[in-house]
């Protein structure tokens, strides 16, 4: 029997499992809402197409399944641009599907065409940073399309993909059995692993090993693999270290876990990387920020020190360092192998008392030393008062999101997290507006869990429309406002480096000046609390997880910089020889 491809899409989804989809409307897609509003698939309207991206990337990041993005053509497939991005340099599975020009009228230049160089060709502006675009030219092509995109966005390294349908194939018949065709298809491939051979290699070597160490990075969460690595982990008596996005993957309140590296690690931390002989990493591509720019004086000093690296991508295998040993493999999959190899090959595990004690030493030390400034009742808040009353209200499993700059920063080297995956950041491409929105979607995602944002006033400036989804939607996420009134990282960057603060600190006839995000939250409809006084923000939080509803805490903050003992190059490009970092903006 023939029925509209909207149709048939609506339904391919359901069968799929999908629950939700974030967009916003347009000429193009109307056909498909149109049959959404009959399904059980819950439409989340948004006020702006990056919001459904990041919203999209968060929930894909919690539920551990493709998401799904419905964008009108040209500027509504642009705006979504950077969200889709983000989710690509964060390996998030996604699929954006996107109306287009009909097809009929091609190369005529119809309303919002992208054709400067090729007609109907907006599918090409994601093709740097999807791992597929897709245009659908014949109707009965597109149920084969939508399953090839499904597969390719949740297999191998995830990422997101494209397809982009012209508005009149939505609108045309065809024979359902050409979508139901696709319900005899595989959801869920076999994944690769490492055989015992290169297992016994790699245990032995570790075993050998004067001063092994582990470097996990977000692989291990994306491949929902952290209970086998704390599980070998904590065989051998190893510690860990990991970057940015491998936060979480071993409990921060394990004895081993030394914390994050690179430029906002601490000396402790990048110290025991490059005294160790051995690394095993895992899930990580030793990004520019986690490795301290490869400079081999501040982090990682390899290859005097010998790699081993087990990655899903073959491309991440010695990207940025030599390997001694290498792997492609499922992370699950591969340390699944080599727990069981492990406990055969040394039954009874190793003991390293002398790490735990170092590590213990170090982290009481650095508490101790953060201790003043954690208790500190100035006003505007520092921001480890903040980071502090944060941890101490919000509940181990609870749902964290973070933007960029000092909540990003600052969370990465100081904030306990305990849960795998609950901590969900913007690493690869660092997107500013990523974590107001992100929030909102692990939030549907998870609606039982406690779900906090950390931003700046950047940040959510950026897109600050998005309380109007959460206020409709009644989605009760958090949202704590780091307001120092400024890009406040990039601000503390160009005073140290150029004494000047021009075009990062927000003003208004010379005097500091910031919106009343509270009282913009009010008139959205969703309850805000601008903090008056360091004592006032606990007692705020803890309203504010009790009520259960959307509610903004608007918390002036010192613009202070997170303190650092790595290194970035781009510090000698700016002043060289100097060792300079970052100024605290007064």
């Not at 704590?480 to 140290?496: D, F, H, P, Q, W």
């Not at 003003?507 to 004592?535: H, L, M, Q, R």
Request: charge should be negative; hydrophobic fraction near 40%.
């Amino acid at each position: 029997m023939e029925k509209l491809v909207s149709n048939l899409l609506v339904k391919y989804l359901e069968n799929r499992g999908i629950e939700h989809i974030f967009g916003l409307c347009g000429h193009t897609n109307i056909a498909v809402l149109s049959e959404l509003e009959k399904s059980s698939i819950g439409f989340v309207n948004v006020r702006h197409e990056q919001i459904a991206a990041h919203m999209a990337d968060g929930y894909a990041r919690a539920r551990k399944q493709a998401s799904v993005v419905l964008s009108h053509l040209g500027p509504g497939l642009t705006n979504a641009a950077t969200g889709v991005a983000n989710a690509a340099l964060d390996s998030i599975p996604m699929v954006v599907i996107a109306g287009d020009v009909p097809s009929h009228y091609y190369g005529k230049h119809p309303h919002q065409e992208v054709n400067l160089h090729a007609d109907a060709s907006q599918n090409e502006i994601y093709r740097p940073f999807v791992k597929r675009a897709w245009r659908v030219d014949r109707p009965d092509l597109f149920p084969e399309i939508m399953e090839k995109a499904f597969q390719l966005a949740e297999s191998g390294n995830p990422g997101p993909v494209l397809v982009s349908v012209p508005m009149d194939i939505f609108s045309k018949k065809i024979d359902e059995s050409l979508f139901e065709k696709n319900n005899h298809h595989t959801k869920s491939l076999s994944k690769p692993s490492i055989d015992d051979e290169k297992a016994k290699e790699i245990i032995q070597t570790l075993v050998d090993a004067e001063n092994p160490l582990f470097y996990v990075g977000g692989g291990i969460i994306l491949a929902d693999a952290a209970q086998e690595l704390r599980e070998l982990v904590n065989h051998f008596d190893i510690p860990v270290a990991h970057s940015l996005m491998g936060k979480g993957a071993v409990s921060d309140d394990n004895d081993l876990t030394l914390g994050m590296t690179g430029f906002w690690g601490t000396k402790f931390i990048n110290d025991k990387c490059k005294e160790a002989d051995y690394i095993f990493a895992l899930g990580t591509r030793f990004a520019e920020a986690d490795s301290s720019s490869w400079e081999s004086e501040y982090t990682f000093n390899i290859p005097s020190t010998k790699l081993i690296q087990i990655d899903i991508d073959p491309n991440e295998i010695g990207r940025n360092y030599p390997v001694e040993i290498g792997a492609v493999a499922d992370l699950k999959q591969a340390l699944t192998v080599l727990n069981r190899v492990a406990k055969e090959l040394v039954p009874e595990g190793l003991t390293n008392n002398q790490i735990k004690q170092e590590i213990g030493n170090n982290r009481k030390e650095f508490t101790e030393s953060n201790k003043e400034l954690e208790e500190d009742n100035s006003f505007p808040m520092m921001p480890q008062r903040i980071l502090a009353d944060v941890r101490d209200v919000l509940p181990k499993d609870a749902y964290l999101t973070t933007d960029v700059g000092w909540n990003k920063n600052g969370v990465g080297q100081q904030f306990p997290i305990y849960e795998a995956g609950s901590i969900l950041t913007p690493g690869g491409f660092a997107t500013m507006g990523f974590g107001a929105p992100a929030a909102m979607g692990a939030k549907v995602a998870a609606p039982d869990k406690v779900v906090v944002s950390l931003v700046g006033d950047g940040g959510f400036g950026q897109n600050p429309a998005l309380l109007a989804t959460a206020a409709e939607e009644n989605i009760p996420v958090i949202w704590i406002v780091m307001n120092n009134s400024a890009y406040g990282t990039i601000a503390g960057l160009e005073k140290a480096h150029f004494d000047t603060t021009h075009g990062t600190v927000f003003t208004k006839d010379g005097e500091s000046y910031t919106p009343d995000y509270a009282s913009i939250a009010k008139a959205y409809g969703v309850d805000g609390v601008k903090i008056n006084s360091a004592e006032e923000f606990k007692p705020a939080l803890q309203q504010a997880i009790e009520s259960n509803k959307p509610f903004v805490i608007d918390a002036p903050m010192i613009n202070n910089p997170v303190p650092t003992d790595g290194h970035w190059n781009i510090m000698d490009i700016y002043s060289p020889g100097k060792k300079v970092h970052h100024a605290s903006i007064k």
